[in-house]
């Protein structure tokens, strides 16, 4: 069984590196990243602990083991690292139905990833039904990016109802920024 909570300890975050770790683009096959997904920015623990002390980021654990995560990631840490404050400054240049992003209430998903043997059956579901649970009342948006040769990535996330608002390219990689409307019916 799995629980979705957020984050409050330190092995919690030890237990979000090892899995980021273990799905790394870097460390994977070009097939099993095609049809397993992949994650690509690696976050340091000093870092992890910075964005848990600016808001807990969500997690799936199945006996005692972290399988699964969605970073929370908030304005406040945007120049903590570089793909986020990419992230963050196109953010910032994009309008979504006229609104320019820059003065509208938003929260960025750092890193979303689900372990092997966990996915298939409803944990990134889950995962994001307890973001929106938690941060909707303050926040409007939820937005990321996603790998452009990720669509296992960008499947899941459009099933959630993101939208593709703007992209960018970073490390030579390219990305699409994807929105959620929290207040879209």
């Given at each position: 069984m799995v629980s979705i909570k957020l984050v409050t300890s330190e092995e919690e975050l030890q237990g979000i590196q090892s899995l980021q770790k273990q799905n790394l683009r870097k460390f994977l096959t070009e097939s099993e990243?095609?049809?397993?997904?992949?994650?690509?920015?690696?976050?340091?623990?000093?870092?992890?602990?910075?964005?848990?002390?600016a808001a807990p980021s969500v997690i799936a654990v199945s006996e005692g083991k972290v399988v699964g995560y969605s970073l929370v990631a908030l304005k406040s840490i945007r120049n903590e690292?570089?793909?986020?404050?990419?992230?963050?400054?196109?953010i910032d240049r994009t309008k979504y139905l006229s609104l320019d992003l820059s003065k509208s209430d938003y929260v960025v998903v750092g890193q979303l990833c689900v372990g092997k043997g966990f996915r298939g059956i409803g944990?990134?579901?889950q995962l994001y039904?307890?973001?929106?649970?938690?941060?909707?009342?303050?926040?409007?948006f939820c937005i990321?990016?996603?790998?452009?040769?990720?669509p296992r990535s960008l499947k899941a996330h459009q099933k959630k109802d993101f939208q593709v608002i703007d992209s960018l390219s970073y490390g030579g990689i390219g990305w699409d920024i994807v929105l959620w409307d929290w207040n879209a019916k």
């Open positions: 990243a095609l049809d397993q997904g992949f994650v690509t920015a690696e976050y340091s623990i000093e870092f992890l602990q910075k964005m848990h002390q690292h570089p793909l986020l404050s990419d992230l963050f400054n196109c944990v990134v579901d039904q307890y973001f929106k649970d938690c941060y909707s009342k303050e926040y409007t990321t990016d996603v790998a452009q040769d990720n």
